[in-house]
């Protein structure tokens, strides 16, 4: 393989994370707090919140 493919393969899987970690985060959010507002700061930090939300509780 290629370096330039095994960068896309990382670029691609970074994106999918980030997009799945911040729905993670905001569903989380949302079935939490029932707030709409707290999910969109939620979804915006991310793995952070889910983390802290698996430490926490």
Same mark, same amino acid.
């Given at each position: ?12 899987? /970074?994106? #999918?994370?980030? !997009?799945?970690? =911040?729905?993670?985060?905001? /569903?989380? #959010?949302?079935? !939490?707090?029932? =707030? ?22």
């Amino acid at each position: 393989m290629s370096e330039k493919n095994n960068t896309n393969i990382v670029n691609k899987t /970074v994106k #999918s994370g980030i !997009t799945f970690g =911040s729905a993670l985060a905001m /569903v989380i #959010s949302y079935t !939490t707090w029932h =707030s709409i507002g707290w999910a969109i700061v939620h979804g915006l930090l991310s793995w952070v919140y889910v983390i802290y939300f698996l430490l926490k509780y």
